[in-house]
């Protein structure tokens, strides 16, 4: 009896307090079709103690645009118009945080997240590519 209630408590968590998260792979996401690529990672300590609204998000780009999904609400952010891409401080695990800032209607807005960058998804690494082609005057940092 003693080695089943931890078990029954974990699958309690899991199922009853979290069920609409999933923990353990990240659900495909609509906008994954139509040549999106996905260039953030999930976290669960920054989804739940992180004060950015970017860590609830999923973030995702193509050729023009970066893609906010939070939910089922898609935010578009044109790439000429970022202006920034920069590495932050914190590090979870072995990704960094990055922030990416941008004009819109002489408005800075910025948004930070995890990225997903690995060996064998360069992703991000191509976005840091295309936000340099579409605005050459960006400031963007090395991965």
């Not at 931890?6 to 307090?17: E, G, R």
């Not at 002489?106 to 840091?128: D, M």
């Amino acid at each position: 009896m003693t080695v089943l209630l931890p078990i029954i408590v974990l699958i309690f968590t899991v199922f009853f307090i979290f069920p609409t998260r999933k923990f353990f792979y990240r659900s495909n996401h609509p906008d994954q079709k139509d040549g999106r690529k996905l260039i953030s990672s999930s976290s669960l300590m920054l989804q739940k103690f992180g004060r950015s609204r970017g860590y609830k998000a999923d973030y995702y780009f193509d050729a023009q645009n970066l893609y906010e999904v939070i939910d089922s609400i898609t935010s578009t952010i044109p790439l000429a118009s970022i202006v920034e891409v920069k590495r932050g401080t914190t590090r979870i695990g072995n990704r960094s945080v990055w922030s990416v800032d941008w004009l819109i209607e002489g408005q800075r807005k910025q948004t930070r997240f995890l990225h997903n960058y690995t060996l064998f998804n360069p992703s991000f690494a191509t976005f840091l590519d295309a936000v340099k082609q579409a605005n050459p005057s960006a400031r963007v940092s090395r991965l």
